[in-house]
């Protein structure tokens, strides 16, 4: 049996050396044997730690695939100064390509035109796909068969979540009934 | 819109409907910037309506579309890509307006939809994803706010491969194939004997690594049995036909040598 | 200015994410302006940031350019199992070699290549000798010599057998005719 200390160094150096998030399971798994600590000793190392880097320049935060170590947000302007390229910076096309396929996948191409109200560049999706964020889950039954696409769980680790719903809302829409009363506004503003 | 310099054409629900916006008295190349940044017609139209404080309900589908057209019209003049998707959007408009304009038919099915409720449900559902745009669009994102940690680690000095692992099976599976292929291949033969005939020819001609000679009784242990004896005999008789030992014998019925086989034999052949 | 405890979460993070090792000079160049904090402040900071991380799975170190945060040297060999790969599998190839020298045995290279019908690479024989699961007993008196392969101890430990005897038993040739046949053949390759 591994002792808290050593258990929770050994946690703490493989989440900092591992370029990809680890889960509780996989730490467990790869750097453990059943007789070292038990999963919720794991998964108790884990929260400690996250304690333990709560007022530092570095945050144990969990997302989609796992615990990973990573600067704090709030740094990050003057971090940037660390890296001679800039950040990329993404289209509103792009944006809102993306938001289509995270907040009404699966969706087609053809439905994100549908709602852009304009036709969808291949480098957009390309790009996308390039980044990780989505991918083709399958294809829809109707003529043509075109491909559905979802996002993956890359996408919400670069997004620093660890499921969608983790996103805000945007279906709070107001009331429905309220296009018929206008429809008589705009009538009698016609007949002005 | 209270502090609009322009005149005002008309009022729009009590507010001052103006020909043209201010901001399209500005030089061509910088308009022509502005139209860029628009992702769309529907990002233009509700550009349009919210620059007028208007709920999304309320369109004022006729002035909407006037200064939709406008919008449109300098596109093309200034020979903007997108405007192929902007003249449908144009023409949906236009086909609104013209159904508003329409007197309406008496009819006893109230339920007739106000043509004006697709185009704001298409603006509705655009605006949900332009909020969902901007939510994603403040998620701290890794590589612009926040950068994972980079830790040097000599781990990987102790990585091992372990080998690949074979099994029992594997083999015996991979000895089927091989004589499948070679039943398929009629004029390739293997011969037939018990794998304990094999083992003890390799056994036989290990032995002979170590020392020149091996007496024929060597062979023959006792504890073998009859079974022990006919795979010696066996390998004997298999690995002389293979031209891998030879037999000699002194006088008859004087034990008999085994060697391994050589070309240019000193020996008298046997 | 900066305070004590900004400075250090700066410089913790920049140390965290940068790949590369970071100097005092580097780090107050690349992140601070001269009013955020001195050099002086920053090698200080440095200095502290060693002790807070002097117990922990992670150590700031100072290499020949700079600054840098590793894992614990005694922890090197339990994390490699992060990177444990999956052992590769062999080829069919050399399944079968390895099977006809098993069931073959003593056999020679070119016997193997007349079964298999294709010749076997110098690579395959270099692994199943590697292994220790193959050896050369002797070579075979006919023209070239070629070498005698047979399996050894160690393969029948590997397969956790006593003899040879003991794999099964696959002869798929039912016609005892068949060996006559095989006796021509073999004469006439005597006979070469």
Chains 1, 3 share one sequence.
Do not use: C
Request: charged content about 25%; glycine content about 4%; cysteine-free.
């Amino acid at each position: 049996m591994m002792n808290s200390t050593q258990l929770k160094q050994l946690l703490e150096a493989a989440l900092f050396a591992h370029p990809q998030p680890l889960s509780a399971e996989q730490l467990q798994q790869l750097l453990l044997t059943e007789s070292d600590a038990s999963l919720a000793a794991v998964k108790a190392a884990l929260t400690n730690l996250q304690q333990d880097y709560s007022e530092r320049g570095v945050e144990l935060v969990k997302v989609a695939s796992g615990y990973r170590f990573q600067t704090r947000a709030e740094l990050g302007q003057r971090l940037a100064g660390l890296w001679q390229e800039k950040p990329p910076r993404y289209s509103q096309a792009l944006l809102e390509t993306l938001a289509l396929i995270v907040y009404r996948q699966p969706i087609t191409r053809g439905e994100i035109e549908q709602v852009r109200g304009v036709s969808v560049s291949s480098n957009i999706i390309k790009t996308l796909q390039e980044r990780n964020w989505i991918k083709v889950i399958g294809v829809k039954e109707v003529p043509g068969r075109p491909q559905l696409y979802a996002t993956t769980a890359e996408f919400l680790d670069d997004f620093n979540l660890n499921n969608l719903e983790q996103l805000p809302d945007i279906d709070s829409q107001p009331a429905a009934d309220r296009t018929a009363e206008t429809a008589t506004n705009e009538r009698d503003t016609l007949n002005d | 819109m209270a502090e609009q310099k322009s005149l005002a054409l008309g009022f729009v629900r009590g507010e001052p409907v103006v020909e043209k916006p201010e901001d399209l008295y500005i030089p061509p190349d910088a308009l022509e910037v502005i139209l860029e940044t628009f992702s769309g017609p529907m990002d233009l139209l509700l550009y349009l309506i919210r620059r007028q404080k208007l709920e999304m309900v309320d369109i004022p589908v006729l002035t909407i579309t006037r200064q939709y057209v406008e919008y449109v019209d300098m596109m093309k003049e200034l020979k903007l890509e997108l405007a192929a998707d902007y003249l449908v959007m144009a023409a949906m408009l236009a086909e609104i307006k013209s159904r508003l304009l329409l007197p309406k038919p008496p009819q006893e099915d109230d339920e007739e939809e106000d043509p004006r409720a697709e185009l704001v449900r298409r603006l509705q559902e655009y605006e949900a994803i332009r909020h969902g745009a901007e939510y994603i669009e403040q998620q701290p994102q890794v590589g612009r706010d926040t950068w994972l940690s980079e830790v040097a680690t000599d781990a990987r000095d102790y990585v091992t491969i372990p080998p690949p692992a074979v099994t029992l099976e594997d083999l015996t599976l991979a000895f089927s194939r091989v004589l499948k292929n070679v039943e398929l291949q009629a004029h390739h033969q293997i011969k037939r004997e018990q794998l304990s005939t094999r083992a003890r020819m390799s056994h036989v001609l290990e032995l002979l690594q170590h020392q020149t000679y091996i007496s024929f009784s060597r062979l023959f242990v006792r504890s073998e049995g009859r079974a022990g004896a006919v795979v010696s005999f066996l390998a004997i008789l298999e690995l002389v036909k293979e031209s891998m030992i030879e037999l000699s014998q002194m006088e008859p019925m004087s034990d008999i040598h085994i060697r391994l086989k050589r070309q240019h034999d000193e020996f008298d052949p046997a």
